[in-house]
C-alpha cells in the first residue's frame, strides 16, 4: 500500500457547480474518450448500473494499467485507519483511489458512493462488498489520471471560457471605441480639430466686416477704354469714395459700374474730383438699402508699425485682402511725372501691404478696421513715381493718401462739385531731391512767381529764396512742399524757413486757397 498523503485528509470540493467524477480504473476504452462518457453525461440515459453496485457504472475488467498520474496533481491517499471524511453539503464527492467512502448510505441522486478499500483490494467484479469498479493491475491499487486528467481538462476549458470572454471583452471595447468615433471599424481615426475661433480684431474679422463696403468700379470711356480700380461706401446715401484716375477715363460722358463683394451691380457718376489730391467722389444712382459706411480713423494718430489690412482689386481680382504695417508717415509722393501742376501730390503713408495696379482708390485700414488711408501710389522696379505708366507690381512699396486729408477733400466735392487747394502764392521748382524747394525766377507764361499780394509776398518772400522747412517738416524739394501745403486747409498759419543769401530765415505764411483744377 502506497504511503503517499497519508494522514492527510481529503481535500473539501469547491465550491462551483457539480464536476463528474472520473471513471475508475478498468473503464473499458470503448467507454472511454479524452473525457470519459460517465463524466461528460452523468445523467445520460440509457445507462444501467451493475448489480451490488450503489449506482456504479462497472465494466470488464482491465487488464493495462492507467498511464501514471502527472506530478502536478498527485493523489490523495489516507493510511489505514483513517476516519471517512463526509462530503460537503452540495459538493460532490473527489474519488482518490484507497480513501475511505461512506457506506450504508442511500445513492446521492445517481451518483455512486466509492466503495470502502479492502486490506488486500478485490479483483472480482462485485468483490468487496458495495459493486466492483473493474479489475485493478495485479500489482495493486495505482493512482488514477482520471480525475488529473478532468481537471486538466477543466482548466483548459476554463482557459478557453477566459479566452472568449476575454476576446468578448476586447471586442466590445473596440466596438465601443468606434462608436465613439463614428467609423464603424476597429481603426481609430485622428481626432476632430476644435472649432475654430476668430479673435474680434483678427484679420478675417476685419476683413470680413469691411468687405461688404469695398466695391470694384469699373470705368469705359466713350471711346471703349477703361479700368479697373476700387471704392469704398463713403456714407448711407450712397457716395464712394476713390482715386481720380480710377474714374477719369469715364468722367465725361463715359460709364461707371460699382461691384459689390456679393456680385451685386449699381450705375454710379461722378460728383467730382480733384486731379491734384488724386481724389473722386462717385455716387450710386440708385443705391440699395442698408448701405454700411467704413469707419473713419484719424490719420494723425497712425504710428510707424501700426498693423495694415488693405482691399482692393490688384490686376481685377476683386476682394483681395493683404496685409503689412505702417513702414513710414509723411512720405512725399508725386503719383504723375513730377513735371507739371497737374500731377497728383501727397504726404503719404507708407506701407508693405501688397498694393498693385487695381488696388487705388480701396481702403487702407488699422487693425480695428477703420480707414486711415487711399491707397493710391506704388514704387514701380523700375524707379520713378508710383503712377503713370509703370504697371509693375508691388515691391512693397505701397503709398495711401492719410484718410483725414481725403475727408476734407471729399467734403468739399459733395459740397460744392470742385476742390479748394491750400496755396502759399508763389511758384517753385519741381525739380525732386536738393536742399530745399527754390522759388522760381517767373511763374511762367510771362507771370510772376510770387504772386503779388498773396501769402508769399506778404510774409516778404522773394523769387531764389530756397525754402527748407514747413512748420517743423523739412523740406528737400518742391513736390515734397507742396505735398505738405495740401496737408493744411485754406487760412492756416505755417511757419515757413528759408535761406536767402546763405542766411535762415523764418516767416509766417496765412495758407490762401485756390478752386478748382483750372489753374
Avoid: C
Avoid at 478675417?204 to 470711356?221: E, F
Avoid at 468739399?412 to 496755396?423: A, D, H, N, S
Avoid at 518772400?461 to 514747413?470: A, N
Amino acid at each position: 500500500m502506497s504511503t503517499e498523503n497519508e494522514g492527510t485528509a481529503v481535500p473539501s470540493a469547491p465550491s462551483v457547480p457539480p464536476v463528474p467524477v472520473a471513471a475508475p480504473e478498468g473503464t473499458p476504452a470503448s467507454a472511454q474518450g479524452e473525457f470519459p462518457q460517465d463524466q461528460r453525461y452523468p445523467d445520460q440515459p440509457g445507462r444501467s448500473s451493475e448489480p451490488g453496485g450503489a449506482g456504479g457504472f462497472g465494466g470488464p475488467a482491465q487488464a493495462s494499467p492507467p498511464p501514471a498520474q502527472p506530478p502536478s496533481v498527485p493523489p490523495s491517499e489516507p493510511g489505514h485507519g483513517s476516519e471517512p471524511t463526509p462530503p460537503l453539503p452540495g459538493a460532490v464527492p473527489a474519488y482518490h483511489p484507497g480513501s475511505t467512502g461512506s457506506t450504508g448510505s442511500a445513492p446521492d441522486a445517481g451518483w455512486p458512493a466509492p466503495p470502502p478499500p479492502p486490506v488486500h483490494p478485490s479483483y472480482g467484479g462485485g468483490g468487496g462488498g458495495g459493486g466492483g469498479w473493474g479489475e485493478p493491475p495485479a500489482s495493486g491499487p495505482q493512482p488514477s489520471r482520471k480525475r488529473p486528467g478532468g481537471l486538466i481538462a477543466g482548466i483548459l476549458a476554463a482557459a478557453l471560457v477566459a479566452g472568449v470572454v476575454g476576446g468578448g471583452v476586447g471586442y466590445w471595447a473596440a466596438d465601443r471605441n468606434d462608436d465613439s468615433v463614428g467609423t464603424g471599424s476597429t481603426t481609430v481615426s485622428a481626432a476632430d480639430a476644435p472649432a475654430l475661433k476668430r479673435e474680434a480684431g483678427s484679420t478675417a474679422a476685419v476683413a470680413g466686416d469691411a468687405l461688404p463696403s469695398v466695391v470694384t468700379i469699373t470705368a469705359q470711356a466713350q471711346g471703349g477704354d477703361g479700368g479697373t480700380g476700387t471704392g469704398f461706401i463713403y456714407d448711407k446715401q450712397g457716395h464712394i469714395l476713390t482715386n481720380n484716375h480710377v474714374v477719369a477715363s469715364a468722367a465725361d460722358g463715359g460709364d461707371l459700374t460699382v461691384a459689390f463683394s456679393n456680385g451685386k451691380e449699381y450705375a454710379a457718376e461722378v460728383v467730382g474730383r480733384a486731379e491734384g489730391y488724386d481724389v473722386a467722389v462717385m455716387k450710386l444712382k440708385d443705391p440699395p438699402s442698408g448701405l454700411k459706411p467704413l469707419a473713419l480713423g484719424n490719420s494723425d494718430q497712425v504710428a510707424v508699425g501700426d498693423s495694415t489690412i488693405a482691399i482692393g482689386a490688384p490686376f481685377g481680382l476683386s476682394n483681395t485682402v493683404t496685409t503689412g504695417i505702417i513702414s513710414a508717415k509723411n512720405r512725399p509722393v508725386a503719383s504723375g511725372d513730377g513735371t507739371s501742376d497737374k500731377n497728383s501730390y501727397m504726404s503719404a503713408l507708407q506701407t508693405d501691404a501688397s498694393i498693385n495696379p487695381g488696388n487705388s482708390g480701396g481702403p487702407l485700414l488699422d487693425a480695428r478696421g477703420a480707414v486711415i488711408g487711399m491707397n493710391s501710389a506704388i514704387q514701380p522696379s523700375g524707379g520713378g513715381g508710383g503712377g503713370g505708366s509703370a504697371q509693375s507690381g508691388s515691391i512693397g512699396l505701397g503709398f495711401a493718401i492719410p484718410i483725414n486729408q481725403a475727408k476734407t477733400v471729399a467734403e468739399q466735392l459733395i459740397k460744392t462739385g470742385e476742390p479748394v487747394y491750400p496755396v502759399i502764392g508763389a511758384t517753385v521748382s519741381m525739380s525732386e531731391g536738393g536742399d530745399g524747394a527754390t522759388i522760381s525766377p517767373d511763374g511762367g507764361a510771362g507771370g510772376t512767381a510770387v504772386t503779388p499780394d498773396g501769402p508769399a509776398a506778404k510774409a516778404g518772400l522773394k523769387s531764389g529764396d530756397v525754402i527748407t522747412k514747413f512748420n517743423d517738416v523739412p523740406i528737400d524739394s518742391g513736390p515734397t512742399l507742396i505735398s505738405e501745403i495740401w496737408t493744411h486747409k485754406p487760412g492756416d498759419k505755417i511757419k515757413i524757413t528759408y535761406t536767402r543769401d546763405g542766411k535762415d530765415s523764418q516767416v509766417e505764411v496765412t495758407l490762401g486757397e485756390r478752386k478748382g483744377d483750372t489753374q
